[in-house]
């Protein structure tokens, strides 16, 4: 949702331009700032982001995004095992074209993870499991070629990073390389002989043609939210990142049917299965996928339209039921990281956070975006330190 001025909107970002009335209703009922999602010197990953939005401090948790997802899907990485994530990609022209693969229905990408899957399962010390739309995993055993450090240390670039880039100079680099470039090319030979590729070929659709490894890592160690803030919760999102982060903190991660990671995904099935959790549950958090996928394919439109329905659709609902319990609940909205429409991709820097609730007292804002939050003088270098602040009700401070 965060994002940097853009030339076409006048030197205003698209958190300032889109109309936002429960989120500006919100800055006028509590407070605003800004907080660094991504430490300094980490990539501006949602992995991340999101272990940050979690109240973890990445530094000492983080081990790659994909033993999250795989933590999600219930799969237990032995210590002689590497999660990659395996996207679905659309290259073309000798570029990547489309890291979603035109966010390729998630039944046509499990069936194409499936067939091709099988045949690399049977060349190269690798399994595949079905994920979301083009997200899946890959589990890379070991053998006497290969270590684990080789694995990790093997550098991968993320698809959503080089779009519109020459895609050859990006293949991985690094002690495994020639294993995982060979499944990669393996894996396109294979899938362009699909026939559900060239099925959305012949619809205009971007074709279906290449396995993408990267993201990989081993089994994090997370401290479980009861130990560390002696709250239990729920997690809602289409994300199986979002997901894994929950189940490695021993929250309960709920699926939502319709929820897709993109602009068409059920957000009243999201926040209602998210409000009615708080009858048993100390709180609830709510992913949304959709300002940061508009912002990957570089759509300034479609990405004000994002921040509009999740302004509408999941901010409003909450906020009116803050309003009916207004001594007991708190609410907080805030983005994992910048995505600029300038670059397509993640970016460091600080992002706006907005909050009201009990215990929090008005500071006078009327809007919530990047240059109200700034005015503030309200500041968190540490992601992990605000959230302990808005989940424990310890005192804010204005930081600079």
Excluded at 242 to 247: A, T
Excluded at 294 to 313: T, V
Excluded at 318 to 326: G, I, R, S, T
Excluded at 334 to 343: C, F, K, R
Aim: glycine residues 8%; negative net charge; proline residues 8%.
């Amino acid at each position: 949702m965060a994002d940097f001025p853009i030339p076409e909107l006048d030197g205003n970002t698209p958190l300032k331009v889109a109309r936002t009335p429960a989120m500006d209703e919100i800055a006028q009922r509590g407070i605003t700032g800004l907080f660094c999602p991504i430490p300094e010197g980490m990539p501006p990953g949602s992995d991340i982001g999101n272990l940050s939005l979690f109240g973890f401090n990445p530094r000492t948790c983080f081990t790659g995004r994909a033993p999250l997802e795989a933590a999600r899907q219930g799969i237990r990485l032995t210590p002689s095992q590497v999660a990659f994530r395996c996207n679905i990609v659309s290259l073309k022209d000798g570029k990547m074209f489309d890291f979603t693969s035109g966010h390729i229905p998630t039944e046509q990408a499990s069936i194409l993870l499936r067939d091709v899957g099988k045949v690399l399962e049977k060349e190269y010390p690798v399994h595949f499991y079905s994920g979301v739309s083009y997200r899946h995993l890959a589990v890379m055993d070991t053998d006497s070629t290969y270590s684990v450090e080789d694995l990790e240390k093997t550098n991968c670039t993320p698809p959503h990073d080089i779009t519109g880039q020459p895609w050859e100079d990006y293949l991985p680099e690094g002690p495994a390389k020639s294993l995982i470039q060979e499944i990669m090319l393996t894996s396109q030979k294979l899938l362009q002989q699909h026939s559900i590729a060239k099925e959305r070929v012949q619809q205009g659709k971007p074709e279906p043609n290449s396995f993408w490894l990267w993201g990989q890592g081993r089994t994090p160690q997370i401290q479980p939210y009861k130990e560390k803030f002696n709250l239990d919760g729920v997690v809602i999102s289409a994300v199986d990142l979002v997901k894994g982060i929950g189940v490695c903190a021993g929250l309960e991660s709920i699926d939502v049917p319709g929820a897709t990671g993109w602009i068409d995904t059920n957000y009243k099935g999201k926040i209602e299965t998210a409000l009615s959790a708080l009858s048993r549950v100390d709180f609830a958090l709510v992913h949304v996928e959709a300002p940061d996928e508009s912002a990957h394919q570089g759509d300034l439109n479609l990405k004000i339209k994002a921040i509009e329905d999740f302004d509408e659709k999941i901010v409003r609902p909450a906020l009116e039921f803050v309003k009916q319990y207004p001594n007991d609940i708190r609410l907080f909205v805030a983005p994992d990281h910048i995505t600029a429409l300038s670059t397509r991709t993640h970016a460091q820097g600080a992002v706006p956070f907005v909050m009201c609730g009990h215990g929090i007292e008005a500071s006078g804002v009327a809007e919530y975006h990047e240059a109200s939050a700034q005015k503030t003088g309200i500041f968190y270098p540490e992601a992990h330190e605000l959230i302990h602040h808005f989940l424990t009700g310890a005192p804010f401070y204005i930081g600079s």
